[in-house]
């Protein structure tokens, strides 16, 4: 690739940085300060907004330090190796027991057992404890 090419899209990228950046500075105070009542923000607070986006909510599709990477990626992947290891029955049947498992109209809410009693309130209520 020629210098001047390489330069001319570094260029380009810069420029399309600064664009997100003020975009990112013009939603918000367009928005933010009529709907929240919160403060107006320079261009370069908006860049630390998009850097604390960035950090917390991953990279381009590999996770950030809130976006469930460690343990979750590697039994992600241990259960991706288990899928491709199971025969067609097995998968069949695992799908099977995860919809019976998950099936809201498993649960009836409305049931007693659910319910609190009526003659002592209180009961199975954590937050009402005599101490």
């Known amino acids: 690739m ?29 928005l933010i300060p009529e709907l929240f009542h919160g403060p107006v923000i320079s261009y370069w607070q908006a860049l630390g907004l998009l850097v604390l986006g960035k950090l917390l909510f991953g990279w381009h599709g590999k996770p950030g330090w809130a976006g469930g990477g ?7 992947k241990e259960w991706k190796e288990k899928l491709a290891n199971m025969t067609p029955e097995q998968r069949e049947k695992m799908r ?36």
Do not use: H
Request: net charge positive.
């Open 70 to 76: 460690g343990k979750w990626g590697r039994q992600r």
């Open 96 to 131: 099977q027991r995860f919809r019976n498992y998950c099936d809201p109209r498993r649960f009836d809410w409305r049931e007693e057992e659910f319910t609190q009693p009526k003659d002592n309130p209180g009961e199975g209520n954590r937050d009402n404890k005599e101490v």
């Open 2 to 30: 020629r210098p001047i090419k390489k330069i001319g899209l570094a260029l380009l990228g810069i420029t399309f940085f600064a664009l997100v950046i003020l975009l990112t500075q013009v939603l918000w105070n367009n």
